[in-house]
């Protein structure tokens, strides 16, 4: 089921709707997500982590800072998006069902996985194209959200989600650290 939401099946995202462990799966796919944050940013900082001199700082607490933040980076990207898809949601006349729309998007935070290493700093503008997808695919996952829990059809999705994701990309670009994106 998962992999056929990930492929955007409609259908899939029905039947996750109903099953009765969608919460459980959101939060386990939550806990992937963040790990895999959490791991890109260890391989991005390898050189800044071997640079502490003690072994345990470099073998434990270091790895396991950036874990966690991987995990907190998450947890709160669901929590913004799952508020900015319930007002997008509200704004374009759907009846919000904030639950629902939690339960979700944990799965449209997995194509974020593509991105992680360009906002980390492991690459440079080669990495450009998989976030680029990785955006576009989250964007359409969203859409499937809004269709699925809020029953919109074709270009009403599309729109609320749009609106959501100027948005969403407005505040990001403001918390961005300067530099970062070059």
Partial sequence: MFGRMIALDAQAFRIFANTPKAVLYSRMILLVVGLGYGIFSIIANANYIVSFESPMLRRVIVPFL????????????KFGLTLLLWAGARGFGGPGRMREINNFVSISLV???LGVPFLVGAGGLILLLPLVLGVGWMYLICVKILEVTQEFQGIKAYL????????FASIYYIIMPTGTIS
């Fill in 160 to 167: 609320s989600v749009m609106a959501v994701f100027i948005f």
């Fill in 66 to 77: 950036f874990v966690l933040f991987g995990l907190l980076t998450v947890i709160i990207t």
């Fill in 111 to 113: 194509p974020g996985l």
